[in-house]
Every structure is written in structure tokens, then in C-alpha cells.
């Protein structure tokens, strides 16, 4: 912030030398109207003027920028709660295949199963 203060007490003090030193006067006409100003005052107010419309322009190139950003961060913010919920879904069956078995699959009384034995028969 200091910087900008002081480019533009700087550049205040080279307009204000230069309008002193260009004290001529200069007749502007523009459209309907006329003006009589000495040189240097008309040319620092044409500087003052553009760099005022270029201000401007620089605030609304400035919100441009802002929403351009905005968007890509509600689109990465989408991209990461799609993530975060893949990731969830992932860990829950992890936990659900690491998780023991109940006590009845475990001794194999929920299954009905058919062994072959040694000779043959089905018991």
C-alpha cells in the first residue's frame, strides 16, 4: 500500500512541475463546447482522466476474474465432495469385509452342507 501512496505522490509532483512549466494557453474544443486552459493543466487533467477510466476498467476486469474463480472453486469443491463420498463408501465396505463373522456362520450351524465321505456315500 505504501508503494502505490508514494507512485502517486510522485507522479502528483511531476504533473504539478509540468503544468508549471507549461503555462501557454491552449483553446480545447470538443463536440459543442470550448475551453480555454493553460497547456500543462489541460494535458494533467487528460492524464488524471484516463488514469481514472482505466481504474474502472480494472475493477470490472477485476470482478470478471473474481467469478471466474468462484466457479472454479465450486466446481473443485463438487469434485471433492464426490471424492470424500467415493472415499466413504470405500472405507465402509472395507470395514464391513474386515469385520468378524456372527458366532452361528462361524461353527457352521447356519449351513447345510454334504461332505463326501471316504467311500462313496453322501451323509
Known amino acids: 500500500m505504501k508503494s502505490y501512496i508514494l507512485a502517486i505522490t510522485v507522479t502528483m509532483f511531476l504533473s504539478a512541475l509540468f503544468a508549471f512549466q507549461?503555462?501557454?494557453?491552449?483553446?480545447?474544443?470538443?463536440?459543442?463546447?470550448?475551453?480555454?486552459?493553460?497547456?500543462?493543466?489541460?494535458?494533467v487533467l487528460v492524464f488524471c482522466a484516463g488514469a481514472a477510466i482505466m481504474w474502472i476498467f480494472s475493477i470490472f476486469s477485476m470482478f470478471e476474474v473474481r467469478?471466474?474463480?468462484?466457479?472454479?472453486?465450486?466446481?473443485?469443491?463438487?469434485?471433492?465432495?464426490?471424492?470424500?463420498?467415493?472415499?466413504?463408501?470405500?472405507?465402509e465396505s472395507v470395514a464391513a469385509a474386515r469385520a468378524p463373522l456372527p458366532a452361528s456362520e462361524e461353527t457352521g450351524q447356519g449351513h447345510n452342507t454334504e461332505v463326501n465321505a471316504p467311500g462313496g456315500m453322501v451323509e
Open 22 to 43: 507549461n503555462i501557454g494557453d491552449v483553446t480545447v474544443r470538443f463536440l459543442i463546447f470550448e475551453w480555454m486552459l493553460p497547456q500543462g493543466v489541460w494535458e
Open 67 to 91: 467469478g471466474k474463480y468462484k466457479k472454479e472453486i465450486k466446481a473443485k469443491d463438487e469434485k471433492i465432495a464426490a471424492v470424500e463420498k467415493e472415499k466413504k463408501t470405500i472405507l
